[in-house]
């Protein structure tokens, strides 16, 4: 699903996602009105636990001008695919809110307005919000020469960075949402001046019903031969004791298989299974996977790989089924019982404990087996504990008699 061109940074196997440079996160959306929001897309895949800073301030060419502007703080702990937009609201308050991801907001608060002489937002990576190490992108809604500079930012405007006239209220990107080409030709594309719709004038314009309002018209993600699949949808949901895992993507390059991973922490995730891609295909495609897990908390994520080994991931998204339960019968039990796990995701370790704590013994259950058979030791009549452990996983307890 990825195009390999010379001048891309791509996600290969055993290499670690580089962090995105200028020109590869952009703005797409602005809102100086009541709400006070900004939008940016990602053309390359953002690694995880990556912070991106907005800053709401001016640059004299080497440091930031007044120390009492407000700065927003975007991350995420998993990485984001490129195409992805990110939509942030309420970014005036206390509780600024992110679709992806967790943004917060400094105590000196995050304000951009359209009154004169217009307002200047930068976009960078930073070891802290005042120190940027490397400029992604910057906006102003009335030119960089009235409102804040971008002189030694790396930045130059309808390349990398986004300038208009007029202190207006309400921007968003309303060009096409196709990369084909190379990253460069997306982002001159994004800051190109007559892509962009904007709205101004009295009164509160990001939902007015004229057009743009902010978020509504926000585009929800970019695709194309530069970017991965667009993945139309991923959800879970539960039939009888399985979870069917459903996804859909709109068109494929070089699209190998999808491996399917799953977590109970969302840090260790392991692969579940694989299912076949289309190769190279435009047009919808739905795909599903049955699967199974006795825990509560379960995160899903796909790796979808290419041809050439290269690789992306899509969103992750989290299934909790509080009703689930590990199954053991029969119960009372003799010298035999079973268990119907639903199919453990991953290895683990059965021990059985008296009401004293004594382990009385221990089983390793096999990673996919829906139905353990479990063979006792000659134990007295009583009440024992079960204790189902596995790596990354919350522990499980069941309780059994023995009679």
Sequence with gaps: MKKILAILLVSLPGLAISQPSAGEVLLVGYDADTDKGIAFVTLVDLPANTT???????????????????????????IV????????????SG??????????????????TGSNPGETIYVYLGSDASTPTTFLTAF????????GAI?????????????????????????????????????????????WSSDDGGGDQSQDANNPDYPDDVPTSF????????????????????????????QEINNDRFEIEWSADQKDFRMIGTVEGKGNYEGR????????????????????????GAFDYSKTILFRQESLKMKIYPNPAKDQFFIKSGGLPVKAQLEVYNLSGYQVMSQTLE??????????????????LLKISAKGAPTIHQKLIVD
């Design 285 to 308: 495609s739905t795909y599903s996977l049955v699967t199974s897990s006795p825990f509560i908390d379960n995160y899903y994520r796909i790796r979808q790989v290419d041809f050439d």
């Design 140 to 147: 102003s809604n009335n030119l960089f020469s009235n409102s």
């Design 223 to 250: 695709s194309g031969s530069l970017l991965p699949v667009t993945w139309e949808g991923f959800n879970a949901t539960a039939e009888q004791d399985k979870i069917i895992l459903r996804w859909s993507t709109t």
């Design 367 to 384: 990673r996919g087996m829906y139905r353990h058979e479990v063979n006792l030791p000659d134990l007295q009549m009583g009440i024992y």
């Design 151 to 195: 002189t030694g930012t790396g930045l130059s405007a309808g390349i990398n960075a986004f300038e208009i006239v007029g202190n207006l209220d309400v921007l968003v990107y309303s060009g096409s949402t196709t990369c084909n080409s190379t990253t460069a030709a997306c982002a001159a594309q994004i800051t190109n001046t007559g892509n």
């Design 95 to 112: 509780s600024p809110t992110a679709n992806t991801g967790t943004v917060t907001v400094d105590d000196s608060g995050f304000n951009p």
């Design 81 to 92: 695919a490129s195409g992805s937009v990110i939509i942030i609201q309420s970014a005036e």
């Design 52 to 78: 991106i800073y907005f800053r709401d301030d001016e640059w004299n060419g080497s440091s930031f001008i007044d120390a009492n502007e407000g700065t927003l703080s975007w991350s995420h702990t998993s």
